[in-house]
């Protein structure tokens, strides 16, 4: 970390000697308080003929005229040194002399009165980017033995040099000057962190904070949150919950307000068990959480949908004697309305409606808007947006973005042009996430000229396509087969400077992947692996569903292989997929292996992947094999499932197998439907099984007796 800086000091400690010797002018030391009262207000000359010695003391009579006439003022009580109006600007001063007049102040007038002249020095561009300049005042400040000063001045000369991109050679001299008397301490570590973590250099950080610790300085709980914030504000979980970890062992506690921003942290990035654990380890520790600490937690687990979890965090709340306010019920709120609990939702809105302390805000009125909306009941969402007004509410750009998604959702979009309009009029200005909602509206009801045409007005009001508009476009695209389209759309948005998502390719992938384009699939779902994206399940079982549509089977299971490997889980739809690619191939072992394997890790197989199994194995006669695989299936699906396949049976004239499984049937289930029922009775008469009908109708009855 220390770089040549050394050197450099060498050469500005006899520079600051000699500074010293031209202010006293080789002899008896001049006092400046000898100048400040015996010398009348000299005459400024700014002729290169005036002597060096003369311009430092002109300067120095001028800083102290200006310092103690400040002092005398009666509204200046703080310790902020003084604002000094000096008669010069810094064209009359070069650096040199700049140095010269901050090492002659703290010398003979004070720490105070050098600050002064280096906060007005570094006000102009000459001195704010000049190295020396600041060692040279940390120096004189060292050896005054004020230390709480240097570290203005270091503070100071970091965020100074952050601003030309010097931020590590400020680094390297704040460390250098332990050399020159400073010591290192807590406070220096902190002094600089805050610099270095404010301009997000996250990683220089990690270095100091490592290379102070090797010189022997013990970092406090400052030293430890600044880290902590840093990683937090730049959305990096792991790190932040690491060095989070380090203070907690350490026994260091945040305040509450930082706790809150932890927590939101957490919650946002989808560790909400984490941000659970770490509040109740520092309430444990000692930590005396507020009603923001309780409702961040509280909109954590109502965002995920752990409503239960966050209303026992709210009766806690209460029990410790705090009092929820309007935005811990517009988490719970808003929580419920995602669940889709809505009348629960607007029980607990009435109850905050008719509450003495705290009433709903534009976002509870928001929340509950959405919780209709998502229901489709746009009668009682526009209720709310009227009396929301009345209560002297202004609705927001989220309120209408929200009633407006909910109308183009279902098709009303003359209601939602009107909303549009009626935004307008107060005064809000529509943003791209409005068009969005629209144009996905208009694209679902197949409208999808008008889509273009309103993006094209969204244009001409200043907006440019996000990410979303253009997936929504390449969605629609794809689904109805136009990868020229498509592809046109994902080579304008990376030239508009959007990269792609893994979304945006697994759209691409599987509308490819249905046009047996399988060649096409492997150079896109490569394009994305070198672009650094990761493939998701869907990825996977879009290549999977098109190698197995191609008769590729061998190549489905490599990329089975491949997902396995790269620690992706399959889901119900992967399984499926490659199931039914080894049926129609009839790899039978093969594909009962996987059904055997998706069973055993809990996943349930849809109906589609039962019964192909099933009757693959019924066409095999291997009807036991099948009944042993169905038997797996809780009842429910059982049940479902077997009526299904007896169906299938007969239509394909298979009636003694369609009997084995229908028997079955009646020994599971005394009320079957009468689909079922009419299948194999028909089935049985048009293959002259006239006794299996007798046989049935005889059991039917005796158990109905």
Not at 186 to 205: D, I, Y
Not at 274 to 291: D, Q, S, T, Y
Not at 440 to 461: I, Q
């Amino acid at each position: 970390m220390v770089s040549v800086v050394s050197i450099r000091l060498s050469k500005i400690q006899f520079q600051n000697v000699a500074s010293k010797v031209l202010l006293r002018g080789g002899g008896a030391a001049i006092s400046l308080f000898t100048v400040r009262t015996l010398c009348d207000k000299p005459m400024i000359d700014q002729s290169s003929s005036a002597a060096p010695s003369t311009v430092i003391k002109r300067i120095c009579f001028w800083v102290c005229d200006s310092y103690y006439s400040q002092q005398k003022k009666p509204s200046h009580y703080d310790s902020t040194p003084s604002l000094l109006n000096l008669p010069i600007d810094s064209d009359f001063l070069t650096t040199e002399q700049a140095i010269t007049v901050v090492a002659s102040l703290a010398d003979e007038a004070g720490s105070m009165v050098a600050l002064s002249f280096f906060y007005w020095a570094i006000g102009f561009p000459k001195f704010r980017h000049f190295m020396r300049f600041y060692i040279v005042s940390a120096t004189c400040l060292i050896r005054n033995g004020n230390f709480e000063r240097t570290h203005e001045v270091l503070r100071c000369m970091l965020r100074n040099f952050s601003e030309v991109g010097m931020l590590k050679e400020g680094v390297d001299m704040v460390l250098e000057l332990h050399s020159q008397g400073l010591v290192l301490s807590a406070h220096t570590l902190n002094c600089t962190l805050s610099v270095v973590n404010e301009m997000g250099c996250v990683e220089m950080a990690e270095k100091v904070f490592d290379e102070m610790c090797q010189r022997r300085v013990i970092p406090d709980p400052y030293s430890f949150k600044s880290m902590v914030v840093a990683y937090c504000r730049l959305g990096r979980v792991s790190d932040a919950d690491r060095w989070l970890t380090a203070m907690l062992r350490r026994g260091f506690l945040v305040d509450n307000a930082t706790c809150s921003l932890i927590i939101n942290m957490f919650c946002e990035n989808g560790s909400v068990n984490r941000a659970l654990w770490i509040f109740n380890k520092m309430v444990e520790m000692g930590l005396e959480p507020n009603v923001i600490n309780y409702s961040c937690l509280i909109n954590g687990l109502s965002s995920r949908g752990t409503i239960k979890q966050a209303f026992e965090l709210l009766e806690e709340m209460v029990r410790k004697g705090l009092k929820p306010n309007v935005y811990t019920h517009t988490a719970l709120i808003d929580g419920l309305c995602k669940k889709g609990w809505i009348e629960k939702a607007f029980r607990l809105f009435l109850k905050l409606v008719r509450s003495e302390n705290y009433k709903p805000n534009v976002h509870t009125y928001t929340a509950m808007i959405a919780g209709y909306c998502k229901e489709g009941k746009l009668q009682r969402a526009e209720m709310l947006l009227v009396k929301m007004k009345e209560q002297g509410l202004a609705p927001n750009l989220n309120t209408y973005t929200t009633l407006i998604d909910g109308h183009s959702k279902i098709g009303d979009f003359d209601r939602a042009y009107k909303l549009m309009y009626a935004m307008g009029e107060d005064g809000l200005i529509p943003n791209i996430c409005m068009y969005n909602a629209v144009i996905d509206g208009l694209c679902k009801k197949g409208r999808v000229e008008e889509a273009y045409r309103l993006l094209n007005r969204s244009f001409e009001d200043g907006l440019c396509a996000d990410k979303i508009t253009y997936t929504i476009l390449i969605s629609e695209s794809c689904k109805r087969d136009d990868v020229k389209q498509a592809l046109a759309l994902v080579s304008k948005m990376i030239k508009n400077g959007i990269a792609p998502d893994m979304h945006t390719y697994t759209t691409l992938i599987s509308s490819l992947s249905r046009q047996r384009k399988m060649e096409e699939c492997e150079r896109m779902f490569c394009d994305a692996a070198n672009t650094g994206l990761i493939p998701t399940t869907q990825t996977y079982t879009s290549m999977i569903c098109g190698y197995c549509r191609d008769c590729k089977v061998d190549m489905a299971m490599k990329v089975f292989d491949k997902m396995r490997d790269n620690r992706c889980a399959p889901d119900s739809f992967t399984y499926g997929a490659l199931i039914s690619g080894l049926c129609k191939e009839s790899m039978l072992d093969e594909a009962k292996a996987l059904f055997e394997e998706m069973m055993d890790k809990g996943i349930s197989p849809c109906e589609v992947t039962r019964t192909t199994i099933a009757y693959e194995f019924c066409k095999k006669d291997e009807s036991f094999t099948a009944m042993a695989l169905l038997d797996r299936l809780d009842k429910k699906l059982w049940v479902r499932t077997v009526s299904t396949l007896v169906r299938k049976l007969c239509s394909e004239q298979k009636v003694d197998i369609a009997a084995q499984f229908f028997d079955k049937l009646l020994d599971a289930n005394q009320t079957l439907d009468r689909v079922t029922l009419a299948a194999f009775t028909t089935a049985c008469y048009d293959s002259n099984h006239y006794a299996l009908v007798s046989d049935m109708s005889k059991r039917i009855r005796k158990e109905r007796v």
